[in-house]
């Protein structure tokens, strides 16, 4: 990264009452994909048989891309129907403490303290710090990536930063299923961790920061 961009780059990330709008939004746009690929190869297969061509190329690209489709919608269905349990208070250091203790990547650190307790589905908000961190440590060797837990005057917050660079032009973008990682046909990972969080009343968002990229994770505390 060149000098002039070692500024800050931030996502907007959406109020939690519209996090499951916003991913409906995005998991229909993108559901439009696959369903337009098989129409097209459908119509391509059609006119290879009238000319007497072979249609099998096309066919099986069609057949490809409904996979790809009903994936999606299995997955995307699934997100959209989960219902978290009901929250209990929670401990947000130790909760953080305990994930990224069991993230099987031992050079993690963490930093800082909360001394806050969250209202929230533990199961829930364990398995979207995971999401987080596992996002960073898909590109980052684990002792490069540190865990910052710190309070504002709005709530708790947790950083989780690792060396990387986003592609700043769309990084809302990357909290839609399009968006995967090698390997994968979709990316839920931080779709899913906005959404668990949005359950509990927080937030996720990601930053350029200088050579850095850091998902942060804002938690309402609760009265104690």
Avoid: Y
């Avoid at 519209?18 to 439009?32: K, N, V």
């Avoid at 809302?172 to 046909?185: D, I, M």
């Avoid at 930053?207 to 104690?224: F, H, N, Y």
């Amino acid at each position: 990264m060149s000098k002039k961009d070692a500024g800050l780059v931030s996502s907007t990330s959406p109020s939690a009452g519209s996090a499951h709008q916003d991913f409906l939004r995005r998991f229909l746009h993108d559901l439009a994909t696959p369903l337009s690929a098989i129409s097209l190869h459908l119509e391509a297969a059609e006119r290879r048989l009238r000319r007497g061509a072979d249609p099998s190329e096309s066919l099986a690209i069609a057949r490809r891309e409904i996979a790809r489709a009903c994936e999606l919608f299995d997955r995307g269905r699934e997100l959209l129907l989960l219902e978290p349990s009901a929250g209990e208070s929670v401990a947000l250091d130790g909760l953080v403490s305990g994930v990224v203790a069991g993230c099987g990547a031992p050079g993690v650190r963490v930093e800082g303290s909360t001394g806050g307790f969250v209202k929230a589905d533990r199961r829930g908000l364990e398995e979207a710090l995971r999401e987080v961190l596992s996002n960073a440590l898909s590109v980052s060797p684990p002792d490069s990536v540190s865990v910052l837990l710190e309070r504002n005057r709005d709530g708790l917050l947790v950083r989780v930063r690792n060396p990387a660079v986003l592609p700043a032009a769309d990084l809302e973008g990357l909290f839609s299923p399009r968006t995967a990682g090698p390997g994968k046909s979709w990316g839920f990972g931080l779709a899913r961790a906005r959404l668990l969080c949005a359950s509990a009343g927080g937030t996720v968002k990601l930053e350029q920061v200088g050579e850095s990229v850091v998902a942060t994770i804002e938690l309402p505390e609760e009265a104690r």
